[in-house]
């Protein structure tokens, strides 16, 4: 067990809709980055918060968006479902702070499977 | 650019027969961070070890070893007498010093027969 949770564990949805993916860090972790998985793109990240504001962003698409809140969790809302939506959305948290960005290990939760029909 | 590549798309081995899943990265910064992820049938991401560009020593951790090799850009992971339970997807991974955000290869898938 990581220390990382993620809430639904599987999701499925119809084009056009919109979800909201839950995610809770590791206790302590400021960090908090979302990964897609799928079969074609492979794992790539899509941002990055840290300590509630948004510190990188990678391949995320207009539709999507996240947010860190207060106590720590981060939601990635997904909007305008299209059936290449479809994946594995993960979420991994990391002790790493300014300076030191990448020189810590990510824990992952065991991520949300969306199904996109 | 940063790159990681992961060339072995899948390997079948016996079970305890030794494999080295191989890793090459691409890289412009002089501090970068590399390493490996499992992930098994259940689909979560497991840490395995995390190397900086300034270590090269070889790592053993049980019957697994890393062999870092900054020369040839390259981040092997090697493990001895395989079992059915090493069984999984086996990522390498790459980060900057000054980002956060993990560039994994496309990953290696290992199946391990009895």
């Known amino acids: 067990d990581s220390g990382v949770t993620q809430t639904p564990k599987h999701l499925i949805t119809a084009t056009g809709q919109r979800v909201t993916l839950r995610c809770s860090p590791r206790?302590?972790?400021?960090?908090v980055y979302w990964y897609q998985q799928s079969l074609d793109q492979g794992l790539q990240f899509l941002i990055q918060y840290y300590n509630g504001e948004e510190r990188a962003k990678g391949n995320i698409l207009e539709r999507f968006s996240a947010q860190q809140f207060p106590d720590l969790h981060s939601e990635l809302n997904l909007s305008s479902l299209e059936l290449g939506d479809s994946a594995l959305y993960f979420c991994?948290?990391?002790?790493?702070?300014?300076?030191?960005?990448?020189?810590?290990?990510?824990?992952f939760g065991p991520g949300t499977r969306l199904t996109v029909t | 650019a940063q790159k990681v590549t992961q060339a072995q798309t899948e390997i079948s081995v016996v079970e305890k027969e030794d494999v080295t899943l191989d890793c090459v990265y691409e890289?412009?910064?002089?501090?970068?961070?590399l390493f490996w992820y499992k992930q098994p049938p259940s689909g979560e991401l497991v840490f395995l070890i995390r190397?900086?560009?300034?270590?090269?020593q070889n790592e053993i951790s049980g019957r697994y070893s890393w062999n870092f090799q900054k020369s040839t850009s390259s981040f092997n992971f090697t493990i001895t007498a395989s079992q059915v339970v090493d069984s999984a997807v086996y990522f390498c991974?790459?980060?900057?010093?000054?980002?956060?955000?993990?560039?994994f290869g496309k990953g290696t898938k290992l199946s391990v027969k009895p």
């Open positions: 190397r900086n560009s300034f270590d090269e």
């Open positions: 991994a948290s990391s002790v790493a702070g300014a300076g030191e960005w990448g020189s810590y290990e990510q824990y």
């Open positions: 991974a790459l980060s900057g010093g000054s980002q956060g955000n993990l560039i």
């Open positions: 206790s302590g972790d400021l960090s």
């Open positions: 890289t412009r910064d002089t501090t970068y961070y």
